[in-house]
């Protein structure tokens, strides 16, 4: 039985609604196709390994997130096993790649970049620039997960490095704005378990998450900047978690 209480049930509602408007908006049967199969594979793949573990059958909430996540990234055009791959690289890494009985990557993230590094497939970010839907619903999450420091320290640097560039280049500087994928910083960068649990290494780590893409971004590398740096940066929050807090600080 869904508890509408839990955030997670919540997200799971509104990604879902959110896949559901975008089907019909584009016309894109396959795309509803291709994130039930994610989905499906997801929580079959986790109820496998967590009854390996515990002799129980569970179903989490969290498997589902991350079905639903790949299913909107990568792109629909790619053919189902991959999408099925793609996801067990994310369940498997969950337990696998772990520090202090924690996944130290963000599963989605993870399964996604060893997708396009092994098998080739290409993203399409489904929905990502529709900041109207997006950015409400997001600063929402934000606000009941505690990362409102880490979108606030990511929005900061990019829009003082991608806002320099703009003036540097003679462009109008609220185009900056259309540089944003809203889906991952709404969705897949405030992740709560891979991201810092105080309020300076939140700062940091969207700060630092936002300079990384804008340097890769203008080196001009041939893999997914955002990705990659969501990653490097994951790992940098058991360091993050140990800087001195004051009374409070910790969510």
Not at 20 to 25: D, G, H, Q
Not at 65 to 89: C, P, R
Request: aromatic share 16%.
């Amino acid at each position: 039985m869904l508890n509408l209480k839990s955030v997670k049930t919540q997200l799971i509602l509104y990604l879902i609604g959110f896949i559901v408007f975008l089907t019909l908006k584009d016309k894109a049967s396959v795309f509803l196709f291709t994130c039930l199969i994610a989905v499906i594979s997801a929580f079959v793949i986790e109820s496998i390994i967590l009854y390996l573990k515990t002799k129980k059958f569970q179903l989490t909430e969290s498997s589902i997130i991350t079905g639903l996540i790949i299913g909107y990234v990568i792109s629909s055009d790619e053919v189902w096993w991959k999408f099925m791959l793609a996801v067990a690289f994310a369940i498997i890494s969950k337990h696998l790649i772990v520090f202090k009985k924690k996944h130290l990557f963000n599963p989605a993230a993870f399964g996604i970049f060893l997708s396009l590094m092994i098998l080739g497939v290409s993203t399409q970010w489904r929905g990502t620039y529709l900041w109207y839907i997006l950015v409400p619903f997001g600063i929402y999450f934000m606000h009941k997960i505690n990362k409102t420091e880490v979108v606030i320290g990511y929005f900061l640097v990019a829009l003082l490095l991608f806002g320099i560039q703009a003036v540097i280049q003679k462009v109008n500087f609220w185009n900056v704005f259309g540089y944003f994928s809203y889906f991952y910083i709404f969705v897949m960068v405030i992740e709560p378990k891979t991201t810092p649990l105080q309020a300076k290494g939140k700062y940091l780590f969207g700060a630092g998450l936002a300079g990384l893409i804008f340097i890769l971004t203008e080196v001009g590398v041939r893999f997914d900047a955002e990705l990659f740096s969501l990653l490097v940066l994951n790992i940098t929050v058991p360091i993050l978690n140990l800087l001195p807090f004051k009374k409070g600080g910790r969510v």
